[in-house]
């Protein structure tokens, strides 16, 4: 049995991992974006993420109290540590691929948020307060883009139609509510993630049929993220990058 | 101002001297020789891809900043690059010529990009480098171009001007924090000067005596300063600054000369500065060919939005009808 | 590509918080005046909430046009006094 401090530290990794690893992916179209209004489109949104995983991590590692800071959490743990969705770690691909995922993301986080700004711990609700500000402008952002984009041209549609179906297996785990979920559920700091599937699917719905797209049927959904019990091999790559500097001089300030 | 020979001139480009010299604006709309829109677009398209090419060598780095704070402040500096080639082109495409032509002309090698990109970034003191040197030349390079003759290009760069104020100290921060460091980031942050020392000296641009611009484009005030004069201020500016960080300009040859009270320094490499213009850069394909392909990679994106746009028109349309 | 293809321009007016009326920036590409907007805040307001925001397809502008000859530089001589460069200031006064 995990003791409600242990549950707590477990939920905010996995808000500030999503934060960070998705911040990371989409900080790499900086300077290769599509088109110039998007590359700095795109770096917004991955600073906004960058800040949210400050806010998530910070409290995290004070919950955590071993007095680590959030830089300590984000480079100092090795992959296995790491609590983040397995849909925001795999490559960005191509640009259809990670706004589709970006799209995804955001249709839960929506309303995730919106949720967890009633939490009954204070500074869950306030930092989904401003996470959630954002979130509905890359929610705006990136649903009318996989719109315009499968509703394009014929080589658009293409694009998007094998982005999502890439995506779709790694969207359920989402919602495969655990241990660590009930623990947090009864405390009324969150809803259960499964809670929210309903509403997500709705909008998913929504945007795919407005973009001409094909709902993947499957509801087969890879797992091992949200719990860290099997990240796939690009995690480890990209931590290897990540966190290159701090591993190599252990202590340094910069 | 004495300006060009009036002799050759029409009667055109005589009131068109004559408004540049009182310091008036000179318009999109506005008559203006041929020449100086040919120049202006050069220049500006020249610097607008400078800035798009220079979001690379930082960008190399993005993914490995040590610190969320250090990722933050790195990504919102290469991010507002892209806002000012943004900024740039659009102050171009006044003149007459698209976007697109500019990245197809940058693509195909009829435009250039300052040499400066074409240098590797190899540790994260070159964060530092690149901030406080190359933002540092650049800004002595802009602050007299919000004063410019061509109004869109003025008021683009009164706006990079603004938002540019903080790159330079953020750079000059991250050496602050390395020279400060370790002995081994001590010696990143000194390996970062002695690599970037003498591209940033290049960056002004060849010798007054061997630029081939220069006298008419400052006529038109398309060019502010002389390339000696503002490489001059560089050096003065930046040799304290070395010392206050314990650094060492890499020039045997460095004095202060007591009587001009500026900084005797070395040239640098004139040759190499050709070569690196010509291609011989040590990133020149990379750099290009990264440009390239972002844009081929990104064909189908800009495409299917525009495709997307013209159908839901015509939908709005018939609806309307 | 062919710059048929190229994303129209819009040229993008802000009034800010405070502001009276909006005040023309700059200007971006996009597909159609939804994106336009959207654009204009990642680009000139970095989202900046509480500003709003104009789009006008630069195309849609029209601009007064100095005629190329004496007319519009004969008005402006006996005027000089409107310009700024009239006034002569020692540089060591700074910025004005």
Redo the contacts between chains.
Sequence with gaps: MMTANEALFQFLLRQGDNALVLGHRTSQWCGVGPVLEEDIALANTALDLIGQTQLWLAYAAEVQGEGKSANDLAFLRDAYDFRNLLLLEVPNGNFGQAIMRQCLFDAFQVPWLTELQTSSNQQVADISAKSLKEALYHWERSSETVISLGDGTEESHAYMQAAVDFCWPYAGEMFCDDAVDEAINTAGIAPLPSSIRQTWIDQVESVLSEATLTKPNSDFAQRGGRDGIRHTEHLGHMLATMQVLQRSFPGATW | MASTENTELSE?EI?FQ??ID???KI?????MPDAYRRSLIRQIGQHAHSE?VG??PE?NW???????????NL??K??DE??H???L??AA?TLGI????MFEMLHNGKMKYSSIFNYPTLT?ADMGAVGWLVDGAAIMNQVPLQRTSYGPYA??MV?ICKEESFHQRQGFH?MM?MSN??G??KRMAQDALNRFWYPALMMFGPSDKDSVHSAQSMAWKIKMNSNDELRQKFVDETVPQAEYLGLTIPDDQLSLDSDTGHYRFSEPDWEEFHQVINGNGPCNEERLN?RI??WD?????????????N???AKKQVAVG | MSASNEWPLWEIFIRGQHGMSHRHVGSLHAPDAERAIKNARDVYTRRNEGVSLWVVEAKHISASSPSDKGPLYDPAKDKIYRHPTFYDIPDEVGKM
């Design positions: 055109q009131a004559a408004r009182r310091g008036e318009e999109p709309k506005d008559w798009i979001q690379l960008g993005i993914t490995r900043a040590p610190t969320l704070e250090r990722k933050a990504l919102a290469v991010q892209a806002g080639g943004l900024y082109y659009c495409e698209t976007r697109d032509e994260w008021r683009a706006r991250i924090t460091g370790s081994e980031q990264a392909k972002a990679d990104g064909a189908w994106v800009r495409e299917g939005m525009m495709a997307h746009a159908k839901r028109s």
